[in-house]
């Protein structure tokens, strides 16, 4: 059966309630996390999210997800708050997976997640 809708679902639920050890439940241990021109040295994921988490809000709405097996691509919305201001960017996450985990996200942005 495959696990793949499930996994974005919690993936996305995890992100929206910050829950840092459930987003990584999803994630081999050696995964690899790309954003923009950044790439989350191997073993830090828990320390980005956690620094990630504090200093913003943002929600995850899922847009559509399409299952290519050991890829997926999801395309979301993400919403936050700065300053008083609601702010919106459109995103698509590839996520590599291997034996059911996430073994490489790749994020591509519009615009800037900067506040």
Do not use: C
Not at 25 to 35: E, K, N, Q, R, Y
Not at 37 to 60: I, K, W
Not at 79 to 100: E, M, N, R
Request: aromatic share 8%; net charge negative.
């Amino acid at each position: 059966m495959n696990q793949t809708p499930n996994l974005v679902q919690r993936h996305i639920n995890a992100f929206n309630v910050r829950d840092v050890d459930a987003l990584l439940a999803d994630f081999a241990p050696s995964a690899v996390w790309i954003t923009g021109d950044y790439t989350v040295p191997e073993g830090q994921l828990r320390d980005f999210f956690t620094s990630a988490m504090e200093s913003l809000t943002p929600q995850l709405t899922l847009r559509r997800a399409i299952n290519g097996g050991d890829v997926v691509a999801i395309e979301m919305t993400e919403q936050w708050t700065h300053d008083a201001t609601a702010k919106s960017a459109d995103l698509i996450a590839v996520f590599d997976l291997d034996d059911g985990k996430i073994s490489r996200a790749r994020i591509y942005r519009e615009g800037t997640a900067d506040p």
